[in-house]
């Protein structure tokens, strides 16, 4: 398989700001100096979709909810469904957000589309063994269609990643 197949980007759905774009292009790069791998938008057990989903080679699932605005932060309260699925739970954003809006019960990381920084830890809560294992499930075959995907552009693969 050819290196060029595995750093192409996952597909954008359309969904995502060019500032979130770049605030999860930012702290992947963070985390993965930190040694997780990071799936981004990956659907949970719950059915909601997390921005960024981390796994730590010791098992610790990390999700990353991004928020390119304050607005944004506003209009969408998702994440209090986010803690059920991770062992640590961080925002992400950029500077020119007010870091005071966050709850202090979760992380903080500030990023662009070159790297991030965290700010502040996010308080770990482990996860009871069976949903470490449905959400470690989901991450590995998201994973898996989203390379197979790229190996193979034309096969069945794009309605499942």
Known sequence: ??????????????????????????????????????????????????????????????IVE??????????????????LHCDRLFFATIVDVPSEIFP?????ILADAFGASIVCEAPEHRLPPARRRAVMLRFAHAAALRLQALADPQGPYAGEV
């Open 1 to 62: 398989m050819s290196l060029n197949l595995l750093t192409a980007p996952p597909p954008v759905d359309g969904r995502q700001s060019a500032t979130a774009l770049a605030v999860a292009r930012g702290t992947a790069r963070c985390l993965h100096a930190l040694g997780y791998s990071v799936v981004s938008e990956l659907p949970l057990p719950s059915g909601r979709r997390a921005d960024l989903v981390a796994l730590g080679g010791d098992g610790e699932i990390l």
């Open 66 to 83: 991004i928020k390119s605005s304050v607005a944004d932060f506003r209009a969408d309260q998702k994440w209090m469904e986010y803690r």
């Open 104 to 108: 202090a019960d979760a992380g903080l």
